[in-house]
């Protein structure tokens, strides 16, 4: 399985960065740059129905080769990186036969992979491990997951001996800005179900995630001379400092875990005239959920009260919701994946998405979805790394789970 991880080395090399800003689909030129190579790739490797629309969503399939009745069964990834770091130039260090210790990645800047920061590298002691330099993102996130898919489809197809139904692939566009699902096109891509591989280390299985919300709280101020500014001054970064200490200061994401949720201050800019906050709201509960949206409000009108109407104003957006209601009642695509697992001899870690998958919004759109792992961690920053086998294994497990459905 050595041909996915030269797929994942040379999809990282396209800066697919997301941007929020640009009110576009793709958001960046450099995602429809990658989806035009991708749908080369998959019409050279032999995939049927390869089509590229003009939001940059890709799609294609594998026919089935079979007379069963077997179910329809998509795999989904991301073409997109996180825009809270730069995904220009990544220039991956490949560290061999890992020792357990420390990895220098950028000795001129001093940038260290420490042990103790981040012990779960301890798990890849012998294995081959992809990480950064320091400077950038490594973009495991996902394209490992688009790698570990095509490498998949690819051995299918060039053994036609194994026998299986039709395997739909789909690539997106802006997962990282919560757009990912925004013009997919459930109905074409025709699938009875699907799985975004789109996780973090082997084993992961998540069939939950969180409810979301973004928010942007505006904040009106009025400069005069801070010399004669005695009650005629209204300073709205001080007013933007009080907001954010009147939300809970230990629901954040570095005090929560597991099913607990959070506020999170994404960014800040202003001055004293204008400053605006950004935030994203998250909890596994809906009720919490809602309430969190009350609390962000509440505190909007008890600012109002203080400095005077339309002083303070916030415009909350829901992004997605929890995909357990659509789980549920297919769970058979939950157990055949944690059974797809454990005859690749890979451990199935059920646990909830701190975060949210194309998947999420996708099971409400009528497609269950849920997320498998691609094997990488510490995704969004310069920390980021991948061990090469756990690449393999999901290349494994998406086989597995098509011989699974074949054979039921």
Excluded: W
């Excluded at 032999?46 to 089509?51: E, R």
């Amino acid at each position: 399985m050595e041909a996915v991880v030269e797929r994942f080395l040379k999809y990282i090399k396209c800066d697919t960065k997301s941007d929020e800003e640009t009110g576009v689909t793709p958001s960046t030129p450099g995602q429809m740059e990658f989806a035009k190579k991708l749908a080369e790739e998959l019409k050279n490797i032999g995939m049927s129905n390869v089509s590229l629309d003009e939001n940059g969503y890709v799609m294609a399939e594998v026919p089935s080769n079979t007379d069963k009745n077997v179910p329809v069964i998509g795999f989904i990834a991301h073409m997109d990186t996180a825009p809270d770091m730069s995904g220009k130039n990544v220039n991956p260090k490949i560290v061999e036969n890992y020792d357990g210790n420390d990895i220098v990645l950028n000795k001129d800047q001093n940038i260290v992979l420490k042990v103790k920061d981040f012990p779960e590298i301890k798990e890849c002691v012998g294995k081959t491990i992809i990480t950064t330099d320091g400077t950038t993102l490594l973009g495991a996130d996902d394209k490992a997951g688009v790698a570990e898919i095509i490498t998949a489809v690819d051995y299918l197809i060039k053994n036609p001996s194994i026998e299986h139904g039709t395997v739909k692939i789909a690539f997106t566009p802006d997962e990282e800005i919560g757009c990912g699902a925004d013009h997919f096109d459930v109905e074409k891509f025709n699938a009875d179900f699907a799985y975004t591989i789109d996780g973090g280390s082997v084993g992961e299985l998540e069939c939950e995630n969180f409810n979301a919300a973004g928010a942007v709280v505006s904040i009106k101020g009025r400069n005069v001379h801070p010399g004669s500014a005695k009650d005629k001054m209204i300073n709205s970064m001080l007013i933007a400092n009080e907001f954010i200490f009147m939300l809970p200061d230990t629901e954040t994401p570095s005090h929560t875990e597991g099913y607990e949720g959070f506020y999170h201050i994404t960014s800040l800019k202003g001055d004293v005239e204008e400053t605006k906050i950004h935030y994203i709201i998250r909890d596994f509960d809906k009720q919490k959920f809602e309430e969190r949206k009350y609390i962000m409000s509440a505190i909007v009108q008890s600012l109002n009260k203080k400095y005077g109407e339309d002083t303070v104003s916030v415009e909350i957006k829901d992004q997605y919701y929890n995909m357990k209601e659509k789980i549920q009642p297919v769970k058979h695509i939950v157990d055949t994946a944690f059974r797809a697992m454990e005859e690749c001899e890979v451990v199935p870690k059920v646990v909830p998405i701190r975060g949210g998958t194309d998947g999420a919004r996708l099971s409400y759109m009528g497609l269950p979805t849920p997320n498998l792992f691609t094997g990488g961690y510490n995704f969004h920053g310069r920390y980021e790394f991948i061990p090469t086998f756990a690449m393999e294994k999901a290349v494994d497990v998406i086989l597995k789970i098509i011989e699974l459905y074949t054979k039921a």
